[in-house]
């Protein structure tokens, strides 16, 4: 485990490495969306208000997400102290971008559509980001074999996991998951005729199906009938995502998007 870049590179720079990585990961993810946003046309001054509405509501939600996990309030922290010192959860991080975009477009009346702009972007920054969960954070349960993460007895202490035994490199399957995502949506997916937004929807989609089937390894608390707070969450959006992606193909939306294009703009007041 390294906490800090002096740990990790053994110079004295004394800086929290997560956050270094998710610093990282951020400005990588806004330079694609950049690149993006020029290659599509959608180059709007107000464009930078809506990438301050996500980072915002990314930024609020990745503390508020992991608050009021006990019945008895007593026993979470308030308010103020969660947004401080409580712990981070990306997915909770999703969510408050999504809703800090929205927000954002509302306020600035800025109708085209950004999810094609932001799945590449999100993917990359996640892919790097979580090379701090895997220098810092516990890394999964036991793999029951000779391969894995071993820890040495003071990381373990840290992290809280077991030391001296091999454990599943669950960050690891995720930064390979994000990597994979990015060559999809940079190569693949983004040069396709599909309607405006829905790479976004796809790559939202993938991640929550495999962040539930990742959990079972990531040694995260057991909350209710064998499932992390995580997979209960994902256990409600997944069948939302899977049931919008239904109804957008149903509309043509991966075969026909030009329809789609053609009724949002008569859809729109004159």
Request: charged share 15%.
């Amino acid at each position: 485990m390294f906490p800090t870049l002096q740990d990790l590179f053994g110079i004295p720079i004394p800086f929290d490495t997560h956050s270094a990585f998710v610093g990282l990961g951020m400005a990588v993810a806004g330079l694609i969306f950049l690149v993006e946003a020029r290659r599509r046309g959608q180059t709007d001054e107000r464009m930078v208000y809506i990438v301050l509405g996500a980072a915002a509501g990314a930024a609020i939600f990745m503390r508020l997400g992991t608050w009021a996990q006990h019945i008895d309030p007593t026993k979470n922290l308030n308010v103020m102290e969660q947004l401080a010192y409580g712990h981070a959860s990306m997915l909770s991080a999703l969510v408050g971008a999504w809703l800090g975009v929205h927000v954002a477009k509302r306020i600035v009346r800025y109708r085209p559509r950004t999810g094609d702009l932001f799945a590449p972007a999100v993917a990359a920054g996640l892919a790097i980001g979580r090379i701090g969960c895997l220098l810092t954070e516990k890394p999964g349960t036991p793999t029951g074999a000779d391969w894995g993460i071993v820890l040495d007895p003071d990381a373990a202490a840290r992290v809280g996991s077991p030391s001296g035994v091999p454990l599943h490199p669950s960050f690891v399957y995720e930064i390979a998951f994000h990597v994979a995502a990015f060559a999809v949506l940079w190569l693949w997916l983004r040069h396709r005729s599909i309607a405006p937004g829905e790479t976004l929807t796809l790559y939202i989609a993938a991640y929550a199906v495999f962040r539930f089937a990742v959990e079972f390894v990531r040694g995260n608390e057991v909350v209710w009938a064998g499932l992390t707070r995580p997979q209960l969450f994902l256990l409600v959006s997944i069948p939302l995502l899977l049931a919008r992606i239904v109804v957008q193909a149903r509309r043509g939306a991966y075969t026909h998007p030009e329809r789609m294009v053609s009724r949002e703009r008569l859809a729109r007041p004159a």
